[in-house]
């Protein structure tokens, strides 16, 4: 079979040059949250119908949309690519492979076969951004920053992707603390590419974690404008910016933005309900009232009570379903149950572990059960990060339970909780609002 290479000497087996090019080009918009991937993905398609990579490719973002009817169209894209993988290389087997268990929702062997991979490719940025897609959602902060430090001496600022994998790596880097470092490879990121939608992102964590909210609402301000062509994570970094509002107790500007931004009636992307449902939540703990926001993100989410694709997007469906039908709060513990009890995948593990605990918590609260609520988060506290996301995301758990501990009375834990939490961020807003009703 013919060989060909790509611009960081990747070697795809293919029968032409154009479809690595637009290979390349699918993988570049992927990890730069543009709208355009299905077209650079048609266009491999149209130069080479049987690029093993590219079938590849389309199944696992399949399972990148994270909802289970895809699941079969990435096993179908898996057999094609099987079909065309006679005299592929081993690092074209091994991302085969890597399809293959993820189709099973075996992710720490996906990630197994990755990590792999990068020992003898470090320039495969297809793997190492997978890995690190994975890894966060697999709670390992570790690895969201240390896997794409493996690679990073394979990589020099000559190379096409080189900011995209410093951005990667500042990421983990402010996941895990440093978050001063994390900023300044972030905006040096930046600033070889202001449309880097991953670096923006790092440096609103950033801002998060340090509570330097109207420094943050002003930052994302002036990226917005590159926004309206990228893809839905614009729908995240709008979250963010909500985020520093809600902080500020400025409510009616993040209602807004909900309304006008984050809001979208046509998507159903995970990461925008769990961006949706996590907002109007940690509206609610500051006792806003959200309107009839939720009957309109029940109507998005009822349907994936069995979906069961990471604990992290379950806890948040979790969210939309309690606040607006009992009834279909306990169909999805009932539904997680039985994950657990069954599933063999990696998912059905964290569920068992934490993920079902998590659940029944966000349900407990709801329904005033805050004895409950203290009980099944105090224990779980440290193992809350087992369902993946981040630091500013698995928040709204440590909000929730420091919420129970009030409404329950249990003003020791609270105050005890908020004074560890105010040694880290002493200028956060809702820790000072809360740890003065917990005075009370
Ligand atoms: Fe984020």
Redesign the pocket.
């Known amino acids: 079979m013919p060989r060909y290479w790509n611009e960081v000497g990747l070697e795809f087996t293919t029968s032409n040059e154009a479809a690595v090019r637009a290979f390349d080009q699918s993988i570049r918009s992927y990890a730069t949250f543009r709208r355009d991937i299905g077209e650079h993905l048609k266009a491999t398609f149209a130069a080479d119908p049987n690029m093993v990579m590219a079938h590849v490719l389309k199944g696992y973002f399949f399972h990148y949309m994270g909802m289970r009817p895809l699941i079969a169209k990435a096993e179908k894209c898996l057999a094609d690519a099987e079909a065309a993988s006679i005299g592929c290389s081993p690092r074209e087997r091994n991302h085969i492979e890597a399809l293959r268990v993820w189709c099973k929702g075996d992710y720490r062997a996906a990630i197994d076969i990755w990590e792999r991979t990068l020992l003898e490719y470090p320039r495969d940025f297809l793997a190492l951004k997978l890995a690190n897609y994975l890894h966060f959602y697999i709670g390992d902060s570790a690895n969201v920053r240390d896997s794409v430090a493996r690679v990073l001496r394979a990589w020099d600022h000559a190379m096409p992707g080189y900011a995209l994998v410093r951005s990667l790596y500042a990421f983990g880097l402010q996941e895990n603390g440093a978050l001063a470092e994390a900023e300044s490879i972030a905006r040096a990121s930046l600033e070889t590419d202001p449309l880097d939608g991953w670096a923006v992102?790092t440096l609103?964590?950033v801002m998060e974690a340090q509570d330097r909210h109207e420094e943050g609402i002003a930052f994302l301000s002036g990226c917005e404008a590159h926004w309206d062509s990228g893809n839905n994570f614009r729908y995240?970094l709008w979250?963010?910016r909500a985020l520093f509002h809600v902080d500020l107790q400025q409510y009616d500007a993040a209602l807004e933005l909900y309304d006008q931004r984050l809001w979208d009636a046509k998507s159903d992307e995970y990461l925008d309900l769990c961006n949706d449902a996590s907002l109007l939540l940690r509206l609610e703990l500051a006792d806003v009232n959200v309107g009839d926001r939720w009957p309109a993100l029940f109507e998005k989410v009822k349907s994936r009570v069995d979906d069961h694709i990471f604990c992290f997007v379950d806890a948040h469906m979790m969210m939309a379903l309690a606040a607006q039908d009992p009834a279909a709060a306990d169909s999805m513990l009932a539904s997680l149950r039985d994950q657990a009890m069954r599933g063999h995948n990696t998912t059905a593990a964290v569920t068992r572990e934490i993920g079902y605990a998590v659940c029944q918590a966000i349900a407990a609260h709801r329904i005033g059960d805050f004895a409950s609520v203290v009980k099944l988060l105090t224990s779980n506290r440290y193992r809350i990060r087992a369902i993946g996301g981040?630091n500013?995301?698995r928040d709204i758990f440590f909000q929730l339970l420091v919420d129970a501990a009030v409404r329950n009375k249990q003003y020791a834990l609270a105050q005890a909780l908020l004074s560890e939490y105010m040694a880290r961020r002493p200028h956060n807003g809702w820790a000072a609002r809360i740890h003065h009703r917990a005075e009370i």
């Open positions: 992102h609103a964590h995240h979250w963010h981040s500013t995301q």
